[in-house]
């Protein structure tokens, strides 16, 4: 059974810091993994997928990493801004289009 | 134009009493779920369909039962309601293939009393 977990659980750094969020995942056999954001009372908005026989993605600002052998994949998110502040959530999918989430990293940016 | 939709955006009721969520979307995917998430964030799975055939039921009571009426449509009926139902409930779609994105819907918030 595929078990996501993300660390840190909460963030807080001061605007214009670079920050990386992790994510770790305990079976390597996925299709994908998928970096979300939930902001307060809102649903959730893809950032970025990586599939299984990428090494990253980018976005803008944002970078993800996957490395299956190690079940890991992080966030790297560049000269942060108030506005990036939210629930960030990874998402890992298996056989059957079944997403894991992980709990989900919660961060403030200050202005 | 909204991609995934749902109704209502929040639902308060009784316990015991019976409710519907729906669930629209207008992408042309053939997969849509069903999520819930609890007070502490934790989103988890519930349902999958494809093409209107339930290909994902994890464990969730048979008081919740999933209708798919077409490949655009998804929704939940929670029949005789109870406290540790509320949560928001997020529906999603993907255009299947193990490779795509799911796009999500901006949730129900359902609170029993």
């Known amino acids: 059974k595929q078990e996501v977990t993300q660390i840190p659980a909460a963030l807080s750094v001061p605007e214009g810091e670079n920050l990386v969020l992790n994510c770790s995942f305990t079976?390597?056999?996925?299709?994908?993994l998928q970096w979300f954001r939930q902001d307060p009372g809102k649903g959730l908005t893809s950032l970025l997928l990586?599939?299984?026989?990428?090494r990253e993605q980018t976005s803008g600002r944002l970078n993800a990493s996957l490395d299956k052998s190690s079940g890991r994949s992080t966030l790297y998110i560049a000269a942060s801004q108030p506005g990036d502040s939210a629930t960030y959530l990874c998402a890992a999918e298996t056989s059957g289009s079944r997403l894991t989430f992980g709990e989900g990293t919660q961060l403030t940016v200050n202005p | 134009d909204t991609a995934v939709s749902q109704t209502p955006k929040y639902l308060v009721t009784q316990m015991g009493n019976d409710k519907s969520i729906k669930c629209e979307q207008n992408?042309?995917?053939?997969?849509m779920y069903w999520y819930k998430q609890d007070s502490k964030k934790f989103l988890k799975i519930m349902f999958s369909?494809?093409?209107?055939?339930?290909?994902i039921n994890e464990t969730v009571p048979n008081r919740f039962s999933p209708k798919s009426p077409d490949k655009a449509h998804l929704n939940l009926h929670i029949n005789s309601l109870e406290l540790g139902d509320s949560a928001v409930y997020f529906c999603a779609s993907q255009e299947r293939g193990g490779s795509n994105e799911q796009y999500f819907g901006p949730g129900t918030r359902l609170t029993v009393t």
């Open positions: 369909y494809n093409n209107k055939e339930l290909i």
């Open positions: 990586i599939q299984s026989s990428q």
């Open positions: 992408l042309g995917h053939d997969t």
């Open positions: 079976d390597s056999a996925i299709y994908n």
